[in-house]
Structure formats: C-alpha cells, structure tokens
C-alpha cells in the first residue's frame, strides 16, 4: 500500500489555497478537509470576531486532529485546508504527523497583497465562500502571517501567483 500522505497549506486569505486543495483532491484522490466550511457549519453563529474564530478553530482541530492521524494510519491521504500560517497551527499539524508513518507536503503560497486582496474582492463580490473576509480582516489576519522555517522539519513546496 502507498503511503499516505498530509498535504498542508501556508498562505494568507485568499492566496490560493483552497483551489489548490480542491486540485490536490481531485487529482489525487485524497479527502479533504476544510477549515472553513466546518467552521461556518459549526460555530458560523458564533463567528464575528479574530478571537471567535481563534477559539473556535481550537475547538475543530480537537476534534479533527485525532480523525486526521487515523485517515493517515489507515494508509488514506488527506488535505488538511486549514491554514498554517502560525507556528502554533504548524505545530498542531506536527503533532498531528507525529502519530503517523505518513509523508507530508507544506504548500506554501508566495502570493503579493494586493492579489489576495483582488481575489478577495471577487470572492466576496461572487458570495460562494462561507465567509467574506473584509479587507481589514485581510490586514489583521495577515499581521500574524509567519512562514515556516527549515528548522521545523517540513518538506515544503512553493506556489507562487498562479492565473
């Protein structure tokens, strides 16, 4: 049996992650998991503020974390949408790697400002995403945008702007 293995993405609001993700899961056929459509069928009441989403993604990645790893061990490979844009959300992902024999894959997105912000006007503006980002969230989110170094031990591929 193949390896399985955790496909991760690093990139600020709407630099590309979650088409990458859909690509990974058709191309691959892997399962994905979303971050964002748990989170807006979870909690979507509960979510107005950085720090509602903050608690409310601890909230998920307690639950997701353990059923990742037995995906994983069950040889099933997984993109993981959820962002890992934080040391602390990469560590979450470690940890969740550390249970398994699974290989990964850290997608991390090089994408300029003023793209994401183009998309995310054109992504609010079509009103298919579970949640429109305002450009001020963009800012704040992004003051808290940390890329990952060699020494937390992922094998990283870069995305820079694509289409």
Excluded: Y
């Excluded at 183009?118 to 800012?139: M, S, V």
């Amino acid at each position: 049996m193949p390896k399985a293995v955790l496909h991760m993405l690093c990139g600020k609001i709407a630099s590309g992650k979650s088409t990458l993700a859909a690509k990974l899961t058709a191309e691959h056929g892997t399962i994905m998991i979303a971050e964002d459509e748990w989170l807006a069928a979870l909690f979507g009441d509960q979510m107005k503020t950085g720090a509602d989403f903050v608690r409310c993604s601890k909230a998920l990645r307690q639950v997701t974390g353990p059923h990742v790893a037995e995906l994983l061990t069950a040889g099933t490979s997984v993109v993981l949408d959820f962002q890992a844009n934080t040391v602390e959300a990469r560590q979450w992902m470690r940890g969740i790697l550390d249970r398994t024999d699974a290989s990964h894959q850290l997608h991390v997105f090089d994408t300029p400002d003023e793209v994401c912000l183009d998309r995310l006007r054109k992504r609010n503006a079509g009103g298919e995403h579970e949640f429109a980002a305002t450009e001020a969230q963009f800012h704040q989110f992004s003051k808290h945008f940390v890329l990952p170094t060699p020494d937390e031990g992922f094998t990283i591929v870069r995305h820079g702007v694509e289409g």
